[in-house]
């Protein structure tokens, strides 16, 4: 039991990240993971994201730490319901999340 309570915190303690693939359609797929570099490459296997099946090649454009769980959820969902434009906008600009969002604390 308490390698399991240890198991949980350590996950809970890990460093999130947002992270952004650009697909061949050029549509933008925003998500969250602890190891974005693993994470990718399930996706580039067609393993996990539904939406990204069958849309590569896809191309990882843009990562940024930020920190606790529950905080990169929040960013995640107020990045997805940006328009395009804005989600470009983070990508080109690499770390303009901040001035995107405004609102959410990094």
């Known amino acids: 039991m308490e390698a399991r309570l240890q198991g949980i915190s350590g996950f809970l303690m890990k460093k999130w990240y947002l992270y952004i693939v650009r697909c061949r359609d050029g549509s933008l797929y925003t998500g969250i993971a602890t190891d974005v570099n693993r994470r990718f490459a399930e996706h580039q296997e067609n393993k996990g994201a539904k939406y990204l099946r069958g849309r590569g090649p896809l191309q990882l454009v843009f990562k940024k730490q930020i920190g606790k769980r529950e905080l990169a959820l929040k960013i995640e969902r107020l990045v997805k319901k940006l ?16 001035e995107i969002l405004g609102n959410v604390c990094l």
């Open 83 to 98: 328009p395009k434009l804005k989600k470009e906008k983070i990508v080109n600009m690499g770390v303009g999340i901040e």
